[in-house]
């Protein structure tokens, strides 16, 4: 099915569309980010669709701090294809092409012909309940940070001379206030799971992995959907080791220049993030992971480039464990540390 390649570059309140067919790139134009805008672009891409003779929209949006998302249900809704590459993917084949500029229009273009000779797979829309569940961990998150940066502050009043007397009882307000707003979240998130059977299900599968804890389940539940979505169902551990940005990656050239292998970064960094830290605990305990990462010591691998190894590990067991909904099962996945 021939469809029509169309870059979307996003912003908080507009968006700018283009299209390439047959090697040649098209601005479509600038929209609002709102429904209006939506209903805009439908108009001119289905006249543009119609004149080329092509039988699908193929909407390809990098992922932009969730300003997207509203257009990504509606394209959904409508019945287009919808990608949503890895900046960085689409960054780093922009620069092999010879591409340098950066402009909301030359994103646009950019993303229409990436879509066009790229041609990235489409992806499932994610479940209504696990965006829910996203939501509600993205903004716990941002409480989280928020209330870090006002106790610092308040920490931080003491070593202060000639401070207003009423800074101290305005900060402690503030903190009370997200306490409480983290709280609610919290319960929110609690009652979610409640009445998603299935959500408690895979947390609870998941749940009995070394290294996987009641800080890192739920946005490593959420990425296991994503990959799931990303890939209908078909994705391996290999894949999504570089979805989230853990795969090795090796710098050879010739006989002479050799660099430390490192990772790719690619994915998510706050899940990275919270892998290492689970590894970091999940190698103390007497299981596989435990024997994988001293298998690593053993043969001189140093331990930050084993912990990483660990946290690529307890992400391959999650994502077979989720994608064939069994269980863990120490004595069976043994055999897979090494």
Do not use: C
């Given at each position: 099915m021939r469809s029509l390649p169309t870059g979307v570059d996003m912003a908080k309140a507009t968006f700018t569309a283009a299209i390439c067919v047959d090697g040649k790139e098209q601005e479509v134009g600038e929209f609002v980010n709102?429904?209006?805008?939506?209903?805009?672009?439908?108009?001119?891409?289905?006249?543009l669709q119609q004149s080329q003779g092509l039988e699908q929209i193929h909407l390809v949006v990098e992922p932009t701090g969730g300003y997207e998302l509203a257009l990504v249900v509606y394209a959904y809704e409508h019945g287009w294809l919808v990608s949503l590459p890895n900046p960085k993917q689409v960054r780093?084949?922009?620069?092999?092409?010879?591409r340098r500029s950066k402009t909301d229009r030359q994103d646009a273009r950019c993303l229409a012909r990436f879509a066009a000779e790229r041609q990235p797979a489409p992806q499932q829309p994610l479940p209504n309940e696990v965006r829910e569940l996203d939501s509600l961990l993205q903004r716990r998150h941002d409480l989280e940070q928020l209330l870090q940066q006002e106790r610092n502050r308040l920490r931080d009043l003491g070593e202060?001379?000639?401070?207003?007397?009423?800074?101290?009882?305005?900060?402690e307000?503030?903190?009370s206030a997200l306490e409480e707003a983290?709280?609610?979240?919290?319960?929110?998130l609690t009652q979610h799971l409640k009445s998603q059977a299935h959500l408690e299900q895979n947390r609870q599968r998941l749940l009995a992995l070394p290294g996987v804890g009641v800080r890192n389940v739920l946005p490593l539940l959420v990425l296991l959907y994503r990959w799931h979505a990303l890939t209908n169902g078909q994705g391996d551990t290999k894949g999504i080791t570089a979805f989230a940005g853990l795969d090795p990656q090796?710098?050879?050239?010739?006989?002479?220049?050799?660099?430390?292998?490192?990772?790719?970064?690619?994915?998510?960094r706050e899940m990275r993030r919270l892998l290492y830290m689970g590894a970091l605990g999940g190698v103390r305990g007497h299981n596989p992971l435990h024997t994988f990462y001293h298998r690593l010591l053993g043969r001189g691998t140093p331990k930050k480039v084993a912990l990483v190894?660990?946290?690529?590990k307890i992400l391959c067991w999650a994502w077979?464990?989720?994608s064939r909904q069994t269980t863990w099962d120490p004595l069976h996945f043994a055999h897979f540390a090494s």
């Open positions: 709102q429904g209006t805008g939506f209903a805009e672009l439908e108009v001119r891409l289905s006249a780093d084949w922009a620069k092999g092409i010879g202060r001379p000639g401070v207003a007397a009423a800074i101290r009882p305005n900060l307000q503030v903190i983290l709280r609610q979240v919290e319960e929110a090796t710098y050879q050239s010739g006989t002479s220049v050799h660099r430390r292998a490192t990772i790719s970064k690619m994915g998510n190894a660990a946290s690529r077979t464990i989720f």
